[in-house]
């Protein structure tokens, strides 16, 4: 089960934990995402090599490449920094995630937030909310699904995390998109109230964002609930 948050290094930090073989690999690689970029910059109208599905540029194959060649613990980190050389395209995202491995489809989604495409990568996240790849339901809660899932998909990935067990530190901009959420403290309660009708724990993390979804003018500080909300007791017969 995932335990923290993915985060993704600099390039100062990689260079710092990569041998001088991957530091080499890793520069040729950059070297053609920038030359990638920089030729559809200069020429805007002629269609990149990746408009078709047989021909994606060689970045892209270095992209599936990085954990070979730069080790598994570094591979998210490598493959963001493609990414964002390479000013990576929809067409171009959206075929390294679906054609890619977890670990692959991954690195796309903690990237989404550092590339200029708007809203028009929602799919990808919304199709990673559905697995049950713990890591994979992480990174699609990150920075972009903060900006531009709507409150109701929003909400429902919340849940989604809670039922995977991904610990909602995962959540980008937590605090602030749940704050007064009166609707989200509705659907928590049900979950929870599930949750104990079927002898099940609630998990702790439900109790943390159901405390932030105090409205603010309760206070900077709003009161920790002792226990998770249960299903009404049946009252007692006299």
Not at 25 to 49: G, K, Y
Not at 125 to 150: F, M, Q
């Amino acid at each position: 089960m995932l335990t923290s948050p993915i985060s993704l290094k600099s390039r100062k930090e990689l260079d710092a934990g990569l041998g001088g073989a991957a530091r080499a690999w890793l520069d040729e690689a950059l070297a053609e995402a920038a030359h990638d970029a920089a030729r559809t910059t200069a020429t805007p109208d002629t269609p990149r090599p990746e408009a078709s599905s047989y021909a994606s540029p060689p970045w892209e194959l270095r992209y599936a490449a990085a954990g070979r060649h730069c080790g598994p613990e570094h591979a998210d980190s490598v493959r963001s920094l493609l990414l964002v050389e390479a000013h990576a395209s929809l067409s171009s995202v959206t075929r390294l995630y679906e054609q890619g491995t977890a670990a692959e489809r991954r690195a796309v989604l903690l990237t989404l937030h550092l590339l200029d495409l708007g809203d028009t990568a929602l799919p990808l996240v919304e199709d990673a909310l559905r697995a049950n790849d713990t890591r994979l339901v992480a990174a699609a809660v990150g920075p972009y699904a903060a900006d531009h899932l709507d409150r109701h998909a929003w909400r429902h990935a919340v849940l989604k995390c809670l039922f995977t067990e991904v610990p909602v530190t995962a959540v980008a901009r937590l605090d602030d998109r749940a704050r007064g959420d009166a609707e989200l403290a509705r659907m928590l309660t049900d979950f929870a109230a599930e949750r104990t009708a079927a002898g099940r724990p609630v998990p702790e993390d439900l109790r943390t964002v159901l405390a932030l979804t105090a409205p603010a003018d309760e206070g900077d500080h709003p009161a920790r609930p002792t226990a998770a909300p249960a299903a009404p007791a049946p009252t007692e017969e006299s």
